[in-house]
């Protein structure tokens, strides 16, 4: 019998040789389960003796917590954990982590990408010449970039780099992080102000914060009646941060001029989702982190995660260090 199990709950591909090949040039004597779970129902016969999890979508909720009594490590294929119960699995001594390095530069060339084709409207203009029609401006001349202003809720990794890649386009960038000093705001070449404040002044918000408590639908009926009506609203970050409903009537009623969404609420959408069928929104299926390497290192760095902390040492990206804080005093 092996010393450690460890379980992969589910993830997109099928094949986890190379998640098998970390766990095995580790010298760890790790027995590797891979499941496909799409209930936390179908994880309890295998979870109970698991000492690490590595988890891509699936619920790891304080129910599935306390049916695990060996575990140590909770490792997500991703940054963002709103799948799992923080504080629940720092009670039992357990740490969640991430990848917190994943996918910096593959969401932000995503993002300044929407930019760009909000900017200069280039799906109108493709629309426009293949229903026949050459020269013109559908939607009217557009402003230059570097006379807007570009809205950054989160500055976190991802969101710093969306910062850097806009100053270099000449965009003018502002922002909301509750987190961040004005000095680390400033050497970005960034201004900080209140997020009310930034809607009525950004011609582009694009939003790069985590889904929690406190931002769900952060994004809703009063904060559209905010923003300019010639302004766009960008989500890179998760779904429900936005109030879907909210969002179709302000783009219908042209209270906004557009949006460009990689995330929804519901994923993935129902095939009558009236936001669909709306034509000021540019859509992509939530992809905006693939590339061929990212995630080779997304996998790499979720199974590096669990070797660590079987071996007794602090994995680099512990995302609630808080709560097993708060459980050691």
């Known amino acids: 019998m092996a010393a450690f199990k460890v379980v992969i709950t589910d993830f997109g591909s099928e094949e986890n040789e190379l998640e098998a090949d970390v766990l095995q040039q580790s010298g760890l004597d790790i027995e590797l389960v891979r499941l496909n779970a799409k209930t936390p129902d179908e994880l309890f016969p295998h979870i109970e003796d698991a000492d690490g999890l590595m988890v891509q979508w699936m619920t790891i909720s304080p129910d599935v917590i306390r049916r695990m009594n060996k575990c140590k490590v909770i490792s997500r294929y991703g940054i963002g954990v709103d799948m799992i119960d923080l504080q629940a699995a720092g009670e039992h001594g357990i740490r969640v982590c991430n990848v917190g390095d994943y996918c910096i530069e593959e969401v932000s060339t995503h993002t300044i990408g929407f930019i760009l084709m909000l900017n200069r409207r280039i799906l109108l203009q493709h629309q426009h010449v293949t229903t026949g029609h050459w020269g013109g401006s559908p939607g009217g001349a557009p402003e230059r970039l570097s006379s807007q202003i570009l809205g950054i809720v989160g500055l976190g990794n991802i969101g710093r780099a969306v910062a850097q890649k806009a100053a270099a386009l000449g965009l003018k960038v502002i922002a909301h992080d509750p987190y961040l000093s004005e000095a680390d705001a400033a050497a970005l070449g960034v201004s900080l102000c209140s997020v009310d404040e930034l809607l009525r002044r950004s011609d582009y918000v694009a939003v790069h914060c985590p889904l929690t408590p406190e931002t769900r639908h952060l994004f809703s009926t009063a904060q559209f009646a905010m923003m300019k009506p010639s302004a766009y609203l960008i989500n890179m970050a998760r779904g429900p941060i936005v109030d879907q409903a909210a969002l179709t009537h302000a783009l219908s009623s042209k209270q906004i001029a557009g949006a460009a969404l990689d995330v929804l609420e ?52 512990v995302v609630n260090r808080k709560h097993l804080r708060q459980v050691a005093n």
């Open 266 to 317: 519901k994923e993935p959408p129902p095939t009558d989702e009236p936001l669909l069928a709306l034509d000021n929104l540019i859509i992509t299926p939530h992809t905006s982190s693939w590339s061929s390497q990212g995630i080779v290192a997304l996998r790499r760095g979720t199974a590096e995660n669990v070797v660590t902390a079987l071996r007794g040492e602090e994995p680099r990206f």
